[in-house]
């Protein structure tokens, strides 16, 4: 420590200079005005720099609030030093730990290079508000004097610190509670303003509850009025209505039921009603009651309630429970309804549907009844009879059961399309009957309908039709016959009504006119077809059919379109229709390829004819050759010996003479020959005329004589005198009648045991015709075989082509006769030809035949 | 004719000679033609030879010719037997009689068969008189 008197003059000055800066340092607080502690400390540090002129001033503030002291460090201008307020923190923190009782030393030791002393100076009584270290590098330092400043100005710091950290928690508090306070008072204002809110509501709804209130009164008003209404209805309504207790007693009946009974409703309350109903009804009816009040169902029950005036009536009583909200019955309503008429009326409808079912099942019909819907309800006795089931069986759509599956279908389908009209309808179906067997049924149904229209019910009966059906498809398959026959047959019918020229045409006739089918035939249309040639035969059978004349046959010919020729065949038969009226029933026949066929047979018959002559010329040839040869053989040979007898010594002229004559002989029977043959084998065409068959016979035999002979056959000839002349074709005849000769003579080849007797013989035939007919004796044929053997190709003999009967026959039949064969008596066959007289029809043109009139006569 | 008649002659002349002692030869002739009945015996008497005229073969077998006849002139086309069963006929019996052919047919197949059996000659109708002594010189020569 300094010594006090070292320099009295300095030391005043010292003293001075001391006291001014305790004057300044007690000035201070003046210009600590705010409340920042560390402001304060700023300040302090500053002056205290200045004032002691120290190298640096420190503080550290233990603040209240932050865990990190705060730390200040004020360096002078003149000091160099630097360093950071926490290494001069962290050189006196040992210092810290103290508990600030004992005064604090200072320090003095180096730092940086230099040496400092170091005063703390602690802030707060007990250091507890921080502390101030004030360094200088003086030797001297600390003072007394500066020691004694820097305890004051650290006094004056605490002092204001403490001041400003009351103030400062003042502040706090002062803003603390203000902020509690504004908070108080948000929370204050909210909780007003909700309440308000609440407020608000409450009022709303007490308006509300106001408004409600008036209403449910007016309400209760309406209900009243209601109430006083309903009373009025339910004494107005024509029903007497009733409501009971749940025990049973009546409350209330309804005025309807008192004026009705004319009980008051003294009389009548609680079980007083009673005496209302019929005895006999009284006791089922309470019964029942009973045992409605019992199960509390609803329920009914009818019985005669007595009017008034004794009588009484059939009334339903209808029962329905009130129930509360816990399901308990509180009333008993109900409701009698007069039911006398319609009492009467259903006895009424029962005795007239028992009479109806009578009837129903009297009448001989099958009759049934179904629902709108199709189900079944009702068969009559005679339906069920006639299926042998039941009822019960039947209803619904059990009768289909009867029916035959294979109708099943279409009936059903009918059926459904039926009722989808709702208008009668029918269908046809085989029904099965009780013994098993199906027999065809008209069903027929018909709908009832009420006043708007709507269908009650079907009605229907079922008519056996088994026997028109049955007939109806013979009908239908004799009709498809005849459709078929006439078009295989190329034959087509017509009628023809005359009075008013109807026509039908059926559909073949239309095919052979080529018109269209199913287009009116009138009588103009028909000469649009008819060839121009034979229209006056068309009108002169119209005249004549006009006139009523009974049967037509006639040919004539068409001019199809396409310039073609159709050849037609009619045969027409006058009858009455039901009316009365004359009808020509007529069927045509197409007979063009007939006609041709002929014509081309016609021709073929006269090649093969031919080709027969050529044939059977070949087979005469040999014999031809024969026939000449021997004549010429005997020529030669006669005329040889007559010169060899002239030549004689004498000449023998006696016999050359007969030599001679013989020459001339043998060269005439050569020359016959010759002349037979050729007119036998002339190449004319065959040609009808007028011809003798006598001769013609004739001549056959006398060709044949030689071969006859021959083959030992004996001929006799037995012709007709009065034979009249054949139309005919002499040649083809004449063939016939040498095959006929040729054939004898086979048959007889082998005959030894009896004459070979061939006799031919020409007559006259009944009807207008003329016979010529070959006998032999030869080996005959069986009576089984006559037809066979004019078949073609059809011979005995082993060199024979068997064509020779066939053509002949032909032949014949060309000449519209009739070739045949019997057999004898005795041994042989003979066969026979008959051809008429005269020839009919052979014209190509349309010429009429009247078969009923023999008079007509057209050639 | 000159010439022909000198070769006849000669023949005739040898049939003479060898038959002096002897009738004429009997030739047969079988035809159911009439007019070959009536002229070929005129002609073979013409020739020397005597001739008879059958009108069928049954009616020759059953005649006393068949032994004597020293030649058979025979048609083939007959009722009843033909000339070739004749032919056979004889065969069977054994005699050995030559056979000619006369007929109108031209069938080679019965020409053949005739030929075959024996015949020495088969003639068709017409033939001259030339040909019938050709074959009877034949007919001979056999003999």
Known sequence: MEGLLEDPAQDIKRLQRCINDLISLLALPAMWSSDQPSQIVHILLDALLRMLSLDFTYARLKDCVAIVPIEILRIADSCKLKVTPQEIGGMVSNWFEGDGQKPLPSMRDRFRDKEFSRLPVPLGVHGEIGMIVAGSGRADFPRQTESLLLSVAANQASTAMREARLLSEQKRIANELDQRVAERASALGQANEELRKEIDERKKIEERLRESEAALQRAFNEIKKSEAKLRQVIDTIPTLAWCNLPDGPNEFLNKGWHEYTGLSPEESHGWGWQVAFHPEDLPPLMKRWQELLVSGEPGEIEARLRHYDGVYRWFLIRAEPLRDDAGKIVRWYGTSTDIEDRKRAEEALKASEREFGLIINTIPAMAWSARPDGYAEFFNQHYLAYVGLPLEQLQGSGWTVAVHPDDLDAVAGTWQSIMASGKPGEGEARLRRFDGEYRWFLFRANPMLDESGNILKWYGTNTDIDDRKRAEEQLWRSEAFLAAGQNLSRIGSFSWKAATDEITWSEQLYRIYQFEIGVPVTLELIRTRVHREDLTLLEKMIEQARNGRNDFEWQYRLMMPDQSIKYLHAVAHATRDQDGQLQYIAAVQDVTARRMSEEALGKARSELAKVARVTSLGVLTASIAHEINQPLSGIITNAGTCLRMLSADPPNVEGARETARRTIRDGNRASDVITRLRTLYSKKDPQPELMDLNEAAQEVTSLSLSELQRNRVILRQEFAEDLPPVRGDRIQLQQVMLNLLRNASDAMSAVDDRPRELVIRTERDDGDRVRLSVKDAGVGFPPQASDKLFEAFYTTKTDGMGIGLSISRSIIEAHHGRLWATPNDGPGATFSFAIPCRLEGWASGGTGVNRSDPATNAA | ?143
């Open chain 2, 1 to 143: 004719m000159d010439a022909l008649y000198g070769v006849e002659h000669y023949f005739v002349m040898e049939f003479h000679q060898r038959s002096i002692a002897t009738e004429r030869p009997l030739l047969s002739v079988v035809d159911d033609d009439e007019s070959v009945r009536e002229s070929l015996p005129d002609l073979l008497r013409e020739f020397g030879f005597a001739a008879r005229a059958f009108s069928s073969a049954e009616e020759f077998l059953a005649s006393d010719s068949v032994g004597q006849t020293k030649c058979l002139i025979l048609d083939v086309a007959m009722p009843g037997m033909t000339g070739l069963d004749l032919q056979q006929e004889l065969r069977r019996r054994g005699q050995r009689v030559p056979v000619i052919f006369i007929t109108a047919l031209k069938d080679e197949a019965i020409r053949e068969q005739a030929l075959q059996q024996g015949a020495v000659s088969f003639l068709y109708k017409p033939f001259s008189d030339t040909a019938l002594l050709e074959a009877l010189n034949a007919a001979v020569q056999v003999n």
